[in-house]
């Protein structure tokens, strides 16, 4: 906790706020006081941050929209770099939606179905920003973001790149240009004309998450990847689980592949549940699941 006695003392400067509650900034609704919190409007000012940061030793965590984490409720002693609506320019042309790291997908997506263009339609309600659908390789009802992204622009270790993205670069749920690896700043998406289908595959995809997710809960949508073959949901379901609950946090009756946060759920009641789901699949099916969902602690 090498941070802990300095809070007060903030060596960033006035753009960045010190003790900021992580769970004001996760969909989870969980999250203790992150020591340092930034926004940067600019790449200049997210690259002087990252190389202060590098200057002094201070632990550095990129997010976007807080989607897909799990922040300990104890406080993180680091600089948390939110890249949102501070850096969320988009703009379309032709076929190639130019977009910010911090532009919402679900944004873009409606944007780029309103403009004729399709490729998108199936990002429509993921609440992530395009960096973290980039870090992530989100991806829904057959679509993922490796299908349509043409070329990235990010940092690492101090330079900007800007590079073509190649097959390889992007996988189930991962990408080389993750954080800590890199920093995603903008995105080149090359998407296609609509085929005249692109509006109404997309209130599909609404209308089936409405039905099968539980989206009227926090949550960091499905808390495990998919294992080969198979679907966690089920698994999950299979082993008798729905429904089970560690104070706050519980295995959703509606959909089991979500751990939701049903009142107050602590850190450790979502990562105890996370590690009781883990065991018992495993005893029942041979099978052990790997989380999704980031942990930050
Ligand atoms: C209700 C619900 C439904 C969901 N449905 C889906 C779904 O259908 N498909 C799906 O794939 N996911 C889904 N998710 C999960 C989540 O929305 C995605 O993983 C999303 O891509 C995360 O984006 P984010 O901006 O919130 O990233 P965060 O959660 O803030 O960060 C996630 C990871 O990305 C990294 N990261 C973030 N920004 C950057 C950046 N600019 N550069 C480098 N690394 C970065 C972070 O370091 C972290 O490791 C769902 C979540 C919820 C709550």
């Known amino acids: 906790m090498i941070f802990t006695d300095n809070r007060n003392m903030n060596p960033f400067g006035s753009t960045v706020r010190i003790n900021v509650p992580a769970k004001d900034y996760t969909s989870f609704r969980i999250g203790g006081p ?10 200049e000012e997210l690259s002087s941050l990252l190389s202060a940061a590098e200057k002094i030793g201070c632990p550095v965590y990129v997010i976007g929209n807080g989607s897909n984490l799990l922040i300990s409720d104890k406080g993180v002693d680091a600089l948390f770099i939110r890249i949102g609506s501070n850096l969320a320019d988009y703009s379309i042309n032709g076929t190639m939606l130019t977009a910010d790291a911090g532009a919402l997908l679900s944004v873009v997506a409606k944007e780029s179905v309103n403009a004729g263009l ?20 989100a991806g829904a009802y057959g679509g993922e973001i490796k299908q349509v992204l043409h ?12 590079k073509r993205v190649e097959l390889d670069d992007l996988g189930y749920r991962k990408s080389t240009f993750a954080f800590p690896s890199a920093v995603v700043v903008s995105t080149e998406m090359e998407l296609r004309p609509d085929d005249g289908g692109a509006r109404k595959r997309m ?18 949508g499905s808390t495990f990847k998919r294992p080969a073959g ?23 009756p509606k959909h089991a592949g979500f751990i939701v946060n049903v009142g107050n759920a602590s850190f450790d009641d979502v990562a105890g549940l996370i590690e009781l789901v883990k065991e018992k699949v495993f005893e029942n099916s041979g099978i052990m699941l790997d989380p999704e969902v980031k942990i930050i602690r």
């Open 230 to 252: 198979n679907y966690a949901g089920a698994l999950i379901e299979q082993a008798g689980l729905k429904g089970t609950r560690i104070g706050g946090a519980m295995v959703s």
């Open 34 to 43: 992150m020591a340092y919190f930034a926004e940067p409007g600019s790449v």
């Open 151 to 162: 070329s990235v622009t990010f940092i690492r270790n101090g330079e900007l790149i800007t």
């Open 203 to 220: 209130l599909d995809y609404t209308a089936r998450r409405r039905e099968k997710q539980p989206i009227e809960f926090p949550s960091a």
């Open 118 to 137: 399709a490729g998108l339609e199936w990002a429509s309600g993921i609440p992530g920003t395009v960096g973290g659908g980039v870090a992530m390789n």
